[in-house]
């Protein structure tokens, strides 16, 4: 059975940094891409960032594009994303989510495309 379990959420104040992390069991995320997705209340989940484990091209959401950084660890079977510069605007729940396939450098920030998800993670920055 797959899991996907994220940590490293928590308060903190705007101008600060989190790093989330997302710990695969069951399977490894390579060589399929990972993503993150964030839900903020009242709104839709959207994409926030996601890597290709091959050749390892990562994309961004234009609202976090320069501050957050998405990484993995190989050996630990693990996703980070580092948010850093953080807004009251990025609130929400961040969801860590794992495909099953190839897929290009369009569709990676498609929900559609992945199989997994976490349960989620609680980021909350205050102003």
């Known amino acids: 059975q797959v899991q996907l379990v994220e940590s490293g959420g928590g308060l903190v104040q705007a101008g600060g940094s989190l790093r989330l992390s997302c710990a695969a069991s069951g399977r490894t995320f390579r060589p399929y891409p990972a993503g993150w997705f964030r839900q903020a209340p009242g709104k839709e989940r959207e994409f926030v960032a996601a890597?290709?484990?091959?050749?390892?091209?990562?994309r961004y959401a234009d609202s976090v594009k320069g501050r957050f950084t998405i990484s993995r660890d190989n050996a630990k079977n693990t996703v980070y994303l580092q948010m850093n510069r953080l807004k009251p605007a990025d609130t929400a729940v961040y969801y860590c989510a794992g495909g099953d396939s190839m897929r290009s450098y369009t569709d990676i920030a498609l929900e559609s495309v992945y199989d997994y998800w976490g349960h989620g993670t609680q980021v909350t920055v205050s102003s």
């Open positions: 890597i290709m484990w091959n050749p390892g091209s990562a």
